[in-house]
């Protein structure tokens, strides 16, 4: 896959994001602590703009009334009918057969380079 420089290492803070295009398709590269990710910037859902959506954590009941909050920034909430996705992985959370498309990002020289 082509490598495309999309920006330098700071330009994305770790709990950033930015959204790029590339070979005509919108993609956005999240910084997850340090390691980044990148997915396609349509929802599989019905087609909203998913890297526009909230980061949140992975909110999961607790016993009978509670919940626990793990995960924290690593799950990504589609803004037109919220459905989660794993940014690390793009697996649907409500629906396993669902996934985004995922594109491999890497920090070479303290340039954050996307192969799409």
């Not at 909050?69 to 690593?74: C, K, L, S, V």
């Not at 990504?76 to 649907?92: S, V």
């Not at 491999?104 to 303290?110: A, D, F, P, T, W």
Request: charge should be neutral.
């Amino acid at each position: 896959m082509p490598a495309h420089i999309i920006a330098t290492a700071d330009e994305i803070p770790p709990g950033g994001r930015k959204i790029v295009t590339v070979n005509g398709r919108e993609i956005g590269v999240f910084n997850l602590d340090g390691d980044y990710y990148a997915l396609r910037n349509i929802c599989p859902h019905r087609a909203g703009p998913l890297c526009r959506g909230r980061i949140r954590p992975l909110v999961l009941p607790d016993g009978l009334t509670g919940m626990t909050y793990t995960r924290e920034g690593e799950i990504l909430k589609c803004p037109w009918h919220q459905w989660e996705f794993d940014i690390k992985t793009g697996q649907a959370l409500y629906d396993p057969k669902l996934r985004v498309r995922t594109y491999r990002v890497e920090v070479e020289s303290e340039q954050v380079v996307l192969y799409a």
